[in-house]
């Protein structure tokens, strides 16, 4: 068997495939085995634990995944992988590959019947925030876990506080929707081809129950999206912008929830954000 952490193995599987990698879907592969089991390890993956892995590239992260859980579900875009994943993976049954589009994926209906499920994934750097996004805003968590590599600006902005410059909207939704962790960062050298930047490992484990009803969330999210569409601008001016109808009532809406409108959204931590969003809720409900 040809060691898949091997910047050799990997260039004689392309070649043996005649593949060449396309850098717009992030295609850097890990060739260090110790960051490899690190990430397993930091996923905390138990035998009865379905992983869904997205972006699994020639399979080495996958094969340590299958060694550890029932089942792994390797999402992989480019199509011509999947010839390359069926020989590095031919030794785990409990490995199924699907080629799709992370982005267009029904998550639910992909994991129904599979608990727990713990999300593992080298994102792409374009794809990461959109990803995130949807994944935790969905209405009920559809993992029990999430460990991601991704670009390091990224986990910065992840797990940032309030105050801060990394500080902002995915900031937000992810400290709401879950409790968050820079673990290490992974430096270029350990992929191959290099790519032009720095990368760490977050993991995400969300929260079993959400602070806000359904209704609520989808408000928390358009105040938050508001809250930092004008960076500069203080949440009086974005908030109003964002809720003509309210009027007069933001002003009690913001003295309710305790919350001084000439703040800026990047000083606000999550739950004050959900604290907002209760009282405007009622204001908006009562007109």
Same mark, same amino acid.
């Given at each position: 068997m040809e060691k898949l952490t091997s910047p050799v193995t990997v260039s004689r599987l392309l070649a043996r495939h005649q593949i060449r990698l396309k850098k717009k879907w992030g295609q850097n592969f890990l060739v260090d085995e110790n &960051?490899? $089991?690190? @990430?397993?390890?930091?996923?905390?993956?138990?035998?009865?634990?379905?992983? #869904?892995? &997205?972006?699994?590239? @020639?399979?080495?992260?996958?094969?340590?995944l299958a060694q550890r859980a029932k089942k792994v579900l390797a999402v992989e875009i480019d199509g011509r992988l999947i010839g390359v994943l069926k020989d590095?993976?031919?030794?785990?049954? $409990?490995? %199924?590959? &699907? $080629?799709?589009?992370? #982005?267009?994926?029904?998550?639910?209906?992909?994991?129904?019947? !599979? !608990? /727990?499920?713990r999300l593992v994934a080298n994102l792409p750097y374009n794809a990461a925030t959109p990803l995130l996004y949807r994944w935790l805003k969905d209405k009920e968590p559809l993992f029990c876990a999430l460990v991601c590599m991704v670009q390091k600006e990224v986990a910065q902005r992840i797990t940032a506080a309030p105050g801060g410059r990394d500080y902002g909207g #995915? !900031?937000?939704?992810?400290?709401?929707?879950? =409790?968050?962790?820079?673990? +290490?960062?992974?430096? =270029?050298?350990? +992929?191959? /081809?290099?790519?032009?930047?720095? !990368?760490?490992?977050?993991?995400?484990?969300?929260? /079993?129950?959400?602070?806000?009803? /359904?209704?609520? %969330?989808?408000? +928390? +999210?358009?105040?938050?999206?508001a809250a930092f569409s004008q960076r500069r601008k203080t949440l009086k001016n974005t908030l109003e912008n964002a809720f003509p109808n309210l009027k007069g009532g933001?002003?009690?809406?913001?003295?309710?929830a305790g919350i001084d409108l000439s703040r800026r959204g990047e000083a606000l931590a999550a739950a004050e954000f959900a604290n907002l969003a209760r009282v405007i809720y009622n204001i908006l409900d009562s007109n």
């Open positions: &960051i490899v $089991n690190k @990430i397993v390890e930091t996923a905390g993956i138990d035998e009865g634990d379905t992983v #869904l892995e &997205i972006g699994p590239g @020639i399979g080495a992260l996958t094969a340590a590095t993976l031919a030794e785990y049954v $409990n490995v %199924e590959v &699907i $080629n799709a589009d992370a #982005l267009d994926l029904e998550y639910r209906e992909l994991l129904a019947g !599979s !608990s /727990p499920v #995915l !900031s937000v939704v992810c400290q709401y929707a879950a =409790r968050v962790r820079l673990h +290490f960062t992974v430096p =270029r050298t350990v +992929f191959f /081809p290099r790519p032009e930047v720095t !990368s760490a490992v977050v993991s995400l484990v969300p929260h /079993p129950q959400r602070r806000l009803e /359904p209704a609520l %969330e989808t408000l +928390f +999210f358009k105040i938050v999206e933001l002003v009690r809406a913001a003295q309710a």
